[in-house]
């Protein structure tokens, strides 16, 4: 492996260390605080240099200049954090557990080539024509018709990814531009390790979401990674309504910035997101103490998350690519039609039974009987997963409903990865119930109080 693409890592902490340095709220001392906090800030400067990669080519087009500015950026960055002395954020008692895990998820991504039809013929195949054609543009090719099978309105976050590491590396084959996927494996890793804070007895949480998208993690599909970090959104913005950690809000909003940009479902989670977690703010207004301006973080992050989707629709207008599912006003006609044919009984059961929604729906509310039980009041968290996983899930049976595809055949065999993100977010809301436990053990602990009640 060329040693330039085994920077991969580095440049993108580069990158993302920008958040550290616009970062009111991120202060160097509160993520070397912990081991799980150093883990959870580690993995929001990598996620945050992926979206600033990805920001950088969609406006400069140029794959070789975008690189070529990023580097720059990342190494003043980092020399940047250097002389400030933020010399902890280098800490080795957990950088080196990061190597290994890193080592592992390169034996993870590349031990096999890219297999799934959908894989090689959709996000690869855009990524090698970013590589061949040196630019974001792909040199016009987007509007042939020879690929219209190939969903050309897709964004293309991996596909930029895994064009710069062919890029750099010189080629391309089947192995080498999965390593685009460790980018995105990693800090999902160090995420799910972090939430575990101190009580490692829920242990189980962590294998949960793995045993669910662990066959979605190598393949070249985008389904388990978008599934992951949906999780991750709900999870972080939820537990910063409940305990205020500003790490908690940078994190949430980097992960729900990810799903937007890796799959068209991700901007239906991302509305749903967004109008709940606003409804939860207004609902808690009398009870947030004052930020001292500390929305900063939270303000560059949407920005560069929104610019990155702004830009990528941009181009689809400019080359006219759209969306084959065609909804829109005629689609009500579709969804009336087939509610009067009993489509909707089909795919709920098909949902329900065959892709297991019935699973992960019983951990969530054994959990909550578990904890009614206690005599234990949910927070806010909780709410959030839970009412975003039903809603995102009525949001996709609609769209099952509104397509004029045939259900058996096209839509309904492919349940078992768009159920997902749904099975993550109820998980999400089941780990949920089990924080607010940990976190007053910590505040009691540490002396601190929460900044939300």
Same mark, same amino acid.
């Given at each position: 492996?060329?040693?330039?693409?085994?920077?991969?890592?580095?440049?993108?902490?580069?990158?993302?260390?920008?958040?550290?340095?616009?970062?009111?709220?991120?202060?160097?001392?509160?993520?070397?605080?912990?081991?799980?906090?150093?883990?959870?800030?580690?993995?929001?400067?990598?996620?945050?240099?992926?979206?600033?990669?990805?920001?950088?080519?969609?406006?400069?087009?140029?794959?070789?200049?975008?690189?070529?500015?990023?580097?720059?950026?990342?190494?003043?960055?980092?020399?940047?954090?250097?002389?400030?002395?933020?010399?902890?954020?280098?800490?080795?008692?957990?950088?080196?557990?990061?190597?290994?895990?890193?080592?592992?998820?390169?034996?993870?991504?590349?031990?096999?080539?890219?297999?799934?039809?959908?894989?090689?013929?959709?996000?690869?195949?855009?990524?090698?024509?970013?590589?061949?054609?040196?630019?974001?543009?792909?040199?016009?090719?987007?509007?042939?018709?020879?690929?219209?099978?190939?969903?050309?309105?897709?964004?293309?976050?991996?596909?930029?990814?895994?064009?710069?590491?062919?890029?750099?590396?010189?080629?391309?084959?089947?192995?080498?531009?999965?390593?685009?996927?460790?980018?995105?494996?990693?800090?999902?890793?160090?995420?799910?390790?972090?939430?575990?804070?101190?009580?490692?007895?829920?242990?189980?949480?962590?294998?949960?979401?793995?045993?669910?998208?662990?066959?979605?993690?190598?393949?070249?599909?985008?389904?388990?990674?978008?599934?992951?970090?949906?999780?991750?959104?709900?999870?972080?913005?939820?537990?910063?309504?409940?305990?205020?950690?500003?790490? #908690? &809000?940078?994190? /949430?909003?980097? !992960?729900?910035?990810? %799903? @937007? =940009?890796?799959?068209?479902? $991700?901007? *239906?989670? +991302?509305?749903?997101?967004?109008?709940?977690?606003?409804?939860?703010?207004?609902?808690?207004?009398?009870?947030?103490?004052?930020?001292?301006?500390?929305?900063?973080?939270?303000?560059?992050?949407?920005?560069?998350?929104?610019?990155?989707?702004?830009?990528?629709?941009?181009?689809?207008?400019?080359?006219?690519?759209?969306? #084959? &599912?065609?909804? /829109?006003?005629? !689609?009500?006609?579709? %969804? @009336? =039609?087939?509610?009067?044919? $009993?489509? *909707?009984? +089909?795919?709920?059961?098909?949902?329900?039974?065959?892709?297991?929604?019935?699973?992960?729906?019983?951990?969530?509310?054994?959990?909550?009987?578990?904890?009614?039980?206690?005599?234990?009041?949910?927070?806010?968290?909780?709410?959030?997963?839970?009412?975003?996983?039903?809603?995102?899930?009525?949001?996709?049976?609609?769209?099952? &409903?509104?397509?004029?595809?045939?259900?058996?055949?096209?839509? @309904?065999?492919?349940?078992?990865?768009?159920? *997902?993100? +749904?099975?993550?977010?109820?998980?999400?809301?089941?780990?949920?119930?089990?924080?607010?436990?940990?976190?007053?053990?910590?505040?009691?602990?540490?002396?601190?109080?929460?900044?939300?009640?």
């Amino acid at each position: 492996m060329p040693v330039a693409v085994s920077l991969m890592l580095p440049y993108l902490f580069g990158l993302g260390g920008l958040l550290l340095l616009v970062s009111g709220g991120l202060e160097n001392r509160k993520l070397a605080g912990s081991n799980h906090s150093a883990m959870q800030g580690l993995a929001a400067c990598l996620v945050f240099g992926v979206l600033i990669n990805h920001f950088l080519v969609l406006l400069l087009s140029e794959l070789v200049l975008s690189l070529l500015v990023g580097c720059t950026l990342s190494m003043v960055t980092l020399v940047t954090l250097i002389v400030i002395k933020r010399t902890s954020l280098f800490r080795v008692s957990w950088l080196l557990p990061s190597l290994l895990l890193y080592v592992a998820c390169l034996y993870l991504v590349t031990s096999g080539p890219v297999t799934g039809w959908d894989a090689r013929s959709i996000w690869f195949l855009h990524g090698k024509m970013i590589f061949y054609n040196g630019s974001v543009d792909a040199g016009g090719d987007w509007t042939l018709p020879s690929i219209v099978f190939s969903h050309t309105d897709y964004p293309q976050l991996v596909p930029i990814l895994a064009a710069q590491v062919a890029s750099v590396a010189g080629y391309w084959n089947e192995y080498l531009p999965k390593l685009s996927l460790v980018a995105l494996l990693l800090p999902a890793i160090l995420l799910l390790l972090s939430t575990l804070g101190r009580n490692w007895r829920h242990i189980v949480f962590l294998l949960l979401p793995i045993l669910f998208t662990g066959p979605w993690l190598n393949n070249g599909y985008m389904d388990g990674y978008l599934a992951l970090y949906a999780g991750f959104g709900c999870f972080f913005l939820g537990k910063w309504l409940d305990e205020g950690k500003q790490l #908690d &809000l940078a994190t /949430g909003l980097l !992960s729900a910035g990810v %799903v @937007l =940009h890796l799959k068209n479902e $991700g901007l *239906l989670y +991302v509305l749903i997101l967004s109008a709940l977690f606003c409804l939860f703010l207004l609902y808690k207004r009398m009870r947030l103490v004052s930020l001292n301006g500390r929305w900063r973080e939270g303000g560059v992050i949407v920005s560069i998350v929104i610019s990155g989707w702004i830009l990528w629709e941009r181009k689809k207008h400019l080359f006219q690519l759209k969306n #084959d &599912l065609q909804l /829109g006003p005629e !689609s009500i006609e579709r %969804v @009336l =039609h087939r509610l009067s044919e $009993g489509s *909707l009984t +089909v795919i709920l059961k098909y949902l329900y039974v065959v892709d297991n929604i019935n699973l992960s729906l019983g951990i969530f509310l054994l959990s909550l009987v578990y904890k009614t039980w206690k005599k234990e009041r949910p927070g806010m968290g909780v709410l959030l997963c839970g009412f975003v996983a039903v809603i995102y899930f009525a949001g996709i049976v609609t769209i099952y &409903l509104a397509t004029p595809f045939d259900l058996e055949s096209f839509h @309904l065999p492919t349940g078992d990865r768009t159920m *997902l993100p +749904v099975h993550i977010m109820l998980l999400a809301a089941s780990y949920s119930l089990f924080v607010p436990c940990e976190a007053k053990a910590e505040a009691s602990s540490d002396g601190s109080t929460p900044q939300l009640r």
